[in-house]
């Protein structure tokens, strides 16, 4: 029952109104069950081809989020069920997410992914490319496609305050695009950021959203 105990304690410490989303991957369907059985229905994986022998598997109340990079022939497999896509990085995956919105007669709920940590090696549009994407006139043509907000992910370091800082960057530049692009759109209001080593300080500077594997279901 430490999943369960560990989702208990974790969630107790999360403010209402913020959305845990339990990280699962490399973790087995029975490893997830234990969390579902626990009462939680919110789950994220990062590749689509470990999310989908899951979805098949597990109980199909499950809202899936797909958190980790998303190529775009690999769309077309979770669109008829994906809750949410926090990985958006490129105007080229936006479209292609459209066109199966559009196939599947829905609005395919995303986050765009914003580059905020040092390491070059992290996926996500640097702050031009997000304004460049959100000014494009293809954009507007994109019914299918919600833009709900924005995800990050913070460096991988001991240096708390960095982290923190790098936070509360991301956050500054959530309330910069939702006052230019997306003012009196009231669902855009998601920021996700924190995992478990961060979550803590993601809340503390606006998170909404926090994406937490390990400190769940124990080490990868
Ligand atoms: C793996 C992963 C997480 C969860 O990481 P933990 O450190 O295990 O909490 C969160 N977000 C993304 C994008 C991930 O790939």
């Known amino acids: 029952m430490v999943v369960k105990d560990n989702l208990q304690k974790i969630s107790a410490t999360l403010p209402t109104g913020i959305q ?3 990280v699962t991957k490399t973790k087995s369907p029975e490893q997830i069950m234990e969390a579902y059985n626990a009462g939680h229905r919110v789950f994220g994986e990062s590749k689509a081809q470990e999310l989908l022998p899951k979805y098949e598997v597990l109980p199909k109340d499950i809202r899936w989020h797909m958190v980790g990079h998303l190529q775009t022939n690999k769309v077309k497999y979770i669109a ?4 949410m896509i926090h990985s958006v990085d490129s ?5 292609v997410i459209n066109k199966e919105g559009i196939k599947n007669d829905r609005d395919i709920p995303c986050l765009l992914q914003i580059h ?5 090696t992290k996926f996500g ?6 304004v460049h994407l959100l000014e494009s006139e293809d954009l507007r043509n994109m019914q299918h496609v919600d833009i709900r907000g924005l995800m990050g992910m913070a460096t991988y370091t001991e240096d708390t305050e960095k982290v923190r800082r ?3 960057q991301l956050k500054t530049f959530f309330e910069t ?6 003012p009196g759109k009231e669902s855009f209001k998601e920021l996700s950021m924190g995992m478990s080593d961060d979550y803590f300080l993601g809340i503390e500077e606006g998170s909404t959203m926090v994406r937490i ?3 769940i279901f124990g080490d990868r």
Request: charge should be negative; hydrophobic fraction near 50%; charged fraction near 30%.
């Open 20 to 22: 845990l989303v339990a």
């Open 80 to 83: 008829p069920f994906i809750a």
């Open 91 to 95: 105007l080229k995956l936006l479209k």
């Open 116 to 120: 905020i940590a040092e390491e070059s």
């Open 125 to 130: 549009l640097d702050a031009d490319e997000c």
């Open 166 to 168: 790098e936070f509360r």
């Open 177 to 182: 695009i939702r006052n230019r692009f997306f």
């Open 213 to 215: 594997g390990s400190a």
